[in-house]
């Protein structure tokens, strides 16, 4: 069962001020809706919230990740995506007053914020240029949203495993159209059981088409967790079907030309490191 946190109230304000749609928004205001919000710690498995439920408050993770979907009745699970740190979860249900349309699961033992919603709606407080940032994020929201769900009726299932991985590389949940982020070098942690529920398909066909990304240079696995070596390879993948958002093409062609910089600089520092070479030759002859 989850459990309230007193002894760790410093990292609620640290939290708060790593998430992207609170950047713009005064300290003053910050530390108020800090001061009157909660952390909570839930364990693996745990339901931060859970669909039909009305929203208990904005929820931003301080560690650890959780799944998005839900199991239907007859017991098969729908996954919608992975959900990292310094992401405000249940912004929409919790503005809106309404229920929420997705479980979210804790995939580890987590830290959590818990923003209550007059709390929010305080902090908001009618100013002009937070409710814009407020109305940029709804927007952008729905428009991947919908992204997601032509992807989902048009793509191939080797297209959409591209996808979900190219969204596991991503610092953030939105493609931004100000900062196309760096590629992280660090491999991530997704299961192909997760991987499976999320495309609607067997464990068996994401393993068949993991092996294949492999042997075509696009990804490597390192134990439980994969690292994209191309981003320009799984980008193919992605539009074998159809051409995706130029700004997230952008994006992604980004973070290949970083990802290659970047192994280059790697590459430069060995060969500083190395002794330099001596080149043997024969003794002359008399």
């Known amino acids: 069962m989850a459990t309230r946190v007193f002894d760790k109230n410093e990292l609620i304000g640290a939290t708060l001020r790593q998430v992207a749609l609170f950047a713009t928004w005064p300290a003053d205001v910050m530390a108020t809706m800090a001061s009157r919000s909660q952390l909570w710690r839930f364990a693996k498995g745990e339901a931060l919230y859970e669909i039909g439920k009305p929203a208990r408050g904005i929820l931003v993770l301080v560690d ?11 017991g098969k699970t729908m996954a919608v995506t992975i959900i990292r740190p310094n992401w405000p979860l249940c912004v929409r249900s919790c503005w809106g007053g309404g229920e929420h349309v997705s479980d979210g699961i804790a995939r580890s033992d987590l830290l959590a914020v818990l923003i209550p919603p007059a709390e929010f709606r305080a902090a908001v407080g009618g100013n002009p ?9 709804f927007c952008v929201q729905t428009g991947q949203d919908i992204i997601a769900l032509q992807a989902r009726a048009l793509s191939s299932p080797r297209c959409m495993m591209a996808m ?11 493609v931004s159209a100000e900062d196309p982020g760096a590629a992280d070098p660090t491999a991530f942690a997704v299961t192909q059981d997760e991987l499976a529920a999320m495309l609607f398909c067997s464990r068996q066909s994401v393993n068949q088409m993991m092996k294949a990304m492999e042997r075509e240079g696009v990804l490597r696995r390192e134990g439980n967790q994969l690292r994209i070596v191309s981003f320009l390879k799984l980008l193919a993948i992605m539009e074998e079907d159809e051409p995706i958002h130029p700004l997230w093409r952008e994006q992604i062609v980004a973070w290949d030309a970083k990802l290659r910089a970047a192994e280059t600089e790697r590459d430069g520092r060995r060969r500083g490191s190395q002794p330099a070479e001596t080149t043997l030759r024969e003794p002359e002859r008399r």
Do not use: A, K, V
Not at 64 to 74: D, F, M, Y
Not at 129 to 137: A, C, S
Not at 164 to 174: A, D, G, V
């Open 64 to 74: 650890g990740s959780l799944i998005e979907g839900r199991t239907s009745p007859n």
């Open 129 to 137: 240029r937070r409710l814009e940032d407020l109305i940029d994020f």
């Open 164 to 174: 979900y991985l190219s969204y596991l590389s991503r610092p953030t949940y939105h």
